[in-house]
C-alpha cells in the first residue's frame, strides 16, 4: 500500500481481504504439527497392539512366521495411521470453511502498518496496537506471514498484500530488526 520513510524509522503498509482459502491454509499450517503427532502415535500404538494380538505366547514361531507378523501389523498400523491422517485434515478443512463463513470479521479489509514500534492492525471500525515485544512468533510460509500474538492467534498476513518484493524484503528487515531471534521464524 504505501512505504513512508520518517527519518530513520520506516514505515509500511499492506492491505488486503482474506480469502476462504487462505484461512484454511493457515489452518492447516497452524494444525500441522497436531497432526503429524497424532499420526505417529497412532502407528506407535496400533503396530504392538496388532503383534500382541498376532502373537499367542507359547506357540512356537519359526522366522517365516514372525516376519508374518511383523509385516501384518505394520501394514495394518500403516493403513490405520494414513486413514487418521487423512481423516484429520479433512476434519480441519471443513472445521476452517464452516469458522470462515461464520465469521463476519475476517471477511472485512485488513489494514496493517508495521513501524519500529509496532504493528497498527485495522479491520473496519477495529483498532489493534501491538509492540514488538507482544509476538509470540512470527512464521514464514511460501504465501503467507503467520504472525502470533499467543500460541493460538494469529494474524494473517498473505504476501499478496504486499505490492512487490521490495516490500516483502523491507518487512523482513523490519521483522528481523525488532523481534528476537527466537520468536523470528522468518526466512
Known amino acids: 500500500m504505501s512505504n513512508i520513510d520518517l527519518g530513520n524509522s ?3 503498509s ?19 504439527r497436531w497432526i503429524l503427532w497424532i499420526t505417529i502415535s497412532t502407528y506407535i500404538v ?4 496388532l503383534i500382541y494380538i498376532l502373537y ?3 506357540d512356537i514361531f519359526n522366522f517365516g512366521d514372525m516376519a508374518a507378523v511383523l509385516l501384518i501389523s505394520s501394514t495394518v ?11 484429520a485434515k479433512v ?3 471443513v472445521k476452517a470453511t464452516r469458522e470462515y463463513k461464520s465469521d463476519q470479521l475476517i471477511k472485512n479489509e485488513l489494514i496493517y502498518t508495521f513501524s519500529d514500534t509496532g504493528i497498527h492492525q485495522k479491520r473496519g471500525r477495529s483498532i489493534n496496537d501491538i ?3 507482544e509476538i509470540a512468533a512470527i512464521k514464514e510460509h511460501h504465501s503467507m ?4 500474538v499467543s500460541r493460538n492467534k494469529a494474524m494473517i498476513i498473505p504476501k499478496r498484500f504486499f505490492e512487490s518484493d521490495e516490500e516483502i524484503k523491507q518487512f523482513k528487515k523490519m521483522i528481523n530488526k525488532n523481534v528476537t531471534s527466537e520468536k523470528n521464524k522468518i526466512t
Open 10 to 12: 520506516i514505515e509500511l
Open 14 to 32: 499492506v492491505s488486503g481481504t482474506l480469502t476462504a482459502k487462505e484461512y484454511k491454509k493457515f489452518s492447516s499450517f497452524h494444525t500441522s
Open 46 to 49: 496400533f503396530f504392538p497392539w
Open 56 to 58: 499367542k505366547p507359547g
Open 77 to 87: 498400523s500403516v493403513c490405520i495411521a494414513v486413514m487418521i491422517f487423512l481423516y
Open 91 to 93: 476434519i480441519i478443512r
Open 131 to 133: 509492540d514488538w515485544n
Open 145 to 148: 506471514f503467520l504472525i502470533y
